[in-house]
């Protein structure tokens, strides 16, 4: 089983450009969500699915979109990168229910200059 | 948001202490669960256990262990006889169901172990 797959493992963009971090994963998993990471401020939600077809808000929405249209995967765009955007990613999946323990990806560091 | 607190921002210790890494939490509610991560430089999340709170009962693993006291919401987590492996940041969380609350992160503990 591959788990959480996060692509890419780096990347750089400009101000204003737009891209897609990508999230797959192989366990069936009802719920995946979005975090980032950043310096002394521990790991923020960004926004979360209970499944196909159903996404909602975190803690830190703004500027992000998601869409969840399979199970397995679960895509993160920035629709007009902002350098306050830098930041680790964090893709996490879990089943629903009783506290399980989430499987996250191995993260993508995004620089915008 | 109920918060998960981890006051230590940054511990050293030299190899062979044993150091013990703080959490504090809030919650209204009567279920949930406890967790405890380590980032290796690496930067990889590795999960290291998950209590629930029903279940009050000290855990031990190797030489890791956790007290879990619900009178004072913490869940303090304590390497015994540290290794310079041990280095990491490690995260306390707390779920108490899906949705927005989610998975809610401290901020994290640099713990430096030195040779």
């Known amino acids: 089983n591959a788990g959480v797959t996060q692509t890419p493992k780096f990347q750089v963009l400009k101000t204003g450009q737009s891209m897609t971090l990508q999230c797959a994963q192989d366990?069936?998993?009802?719920?995946m969500s979005w975090y980032r990471q950043d310096p002394g401020m521990g790991l923020r939600l960004i926004h979360y699915?209970?499944?196909?077809?159903?996404?909602d808000q975190g803690e830190v929405p703004n500027g992000y979109n998601v869409s969840r249209s399979t199970t397995e995967d679960f895509p993160l765009r920035l629709l007009s990168a902002a350098p306050s955007q830098t930041s680790v990613y964090f893709c996490a999946s879990s089943l629903m229910g009783q506290g399980n323990g989430y499987t996250f990806g191995s993260g993508t560091r995004l620089t915008v200059v | 948001a109920q918060k998960v607190t981890q006051a230590q921002t940054e511990i050293s210790v030299v190899e062979k202490e044993d150091v013990t890494l703080d959490c504090v939490y809030e919650t209204r509610d009567t279920t949930y669960y406890l967790f405890w991560y380590k980032q290796p430089p690496s930067g990889e999340l590795v999960f290291l256990i998950r209590?629930?709170?029903?279940?009050?009962q000290n855990e031990i693993s190797g030489r890791y262990s956790w007290n879990f006291q619900k009178s004072t919401s913490s869940f303090n987590f304590t390497i015994t006889a540290s290794q310079v492996v041990d280095s990491a940041v490690y995260f306390c969380?707390?779920?108490?169901?899906?949705?927005?609350?989610?998975?809610?992160f401290g901020k994290g503990t640099h713990l430096i172990i030195q040779p």
């Open positions: 699915s209970v499944g196909a077809g159903i996404t």
């Open positions: 969380a707390r779920y108490s169901g899906g949705g927005a609350d989610g998975l809610t």
């Open positions: 366990m069936n998993h009802e719920y």
């Open positions: 209590r629930n709170s029903f279940d009050e």
